[in-house]
């Protein structure tokens, strides 16, 4: 009986195409994530440079937590842009696996991901811990660099065209622009008198000692039917 040969090629080959696959779908994400970071850079320059003197109770402010991570805060809102550092397939019952695109190359159903969170900007500045964000958007982008997004409102109102459509400057500016007007648009509502009715002692011994603990959110405790996530 001959001896197997340990590894099989069957693996080696396996870890080198999928390995592969992997590093060239983290590099575009980390280019497109690049491209919206320098946008929201950009926005942030020309308010300052152009309309913070005569509207200085608005302030923009860009600020890079590491290279997977940016926060743009404008006025009330703060936009947090975070790149996963790791690649994703889409599950068989997703549209985008129903694609002649996707159909043709299955290797083109993996991506990488770039999440859109919309935050208080207090949540911040008062270190709210309690508080939500809320995903306003993701954006997914393949080995080929097609890329589509998945969001709400005005980020889901991009056209979107997984086949075709590949991420550049001008789609970032987009993003970056949709994010900021759905954010604007976004208003946090008064809660229902039932989700805040009680309070803990240790939410108001937390708050002399750290700030407020009283938990907001833009649409706690509420419901609608435009909050559920579109897919063009």
Not at 147 to 170: C, H, P, R, S, W
Not at 202 to 208: A, G, N, R, T
Request: net charge negative.
């Amino acid at each position: 009986m001959s001896k197997k040969e340990f590894p099989s090629n069957s693996v080696i080959e396996s870890l080198i195409s999928k390995g592969n696959l992997k590093q060239d779908i983290y590099i575009n994400t980390m280019n497109a994530f690049n491209l919206l970071k320098n946008s929201a850079i950009i926005f942030n320059e020309v308010w300052n440079e152009k309309y913070s003197v005569d509207v200085q109770r608005v302030q923009l402010e860009f600020t890079e937590q590491n290279i997977h991570e940016f926060k743009l805060k404008f006025a009330g809102d703060t936009l947090v842009f975070m790149m996963h550092t790791n690649i994703f397939e889409f599950p068989r019952a997703h549209e985008i696996m129903k694609l002649p695109y996707v159909k043709e190359n299955p290797n083109r159903a993996y991506c990488g991901v770039v999440n859109i969170y919309n935050f208080l900007s207090d949540s911040f500045k008062y270190k709210r811990i309690n508080d939500s964000g809320y995903l306003v958007g993701r954006i997914f982008v393949n080995f080929e660099n097609h890329y589509f997004v998945e969001g709400k409102k005005e980020i889901a109102m991009l056209v979107n065209n997984f086949t075709k459509n590949e991420f550049d400057k001008d789609k970032a500016n987009e993003i970056v622009e949709s994010a900021v007007q759905y954010s604007i648009d976004f208003d946090l509502l008064i809660p229902p008198y039932d989700i805040v009715k009680e309070v803990l002692v240790l939410d108001i011994l937390q708050s002399e000692l750290q700030g407020s603990s009283m938990k907001t959110a833009k649409r706690m405790g509420f419901r609608f039917q435009a909050d559920k996530d579109i897919f063009e």
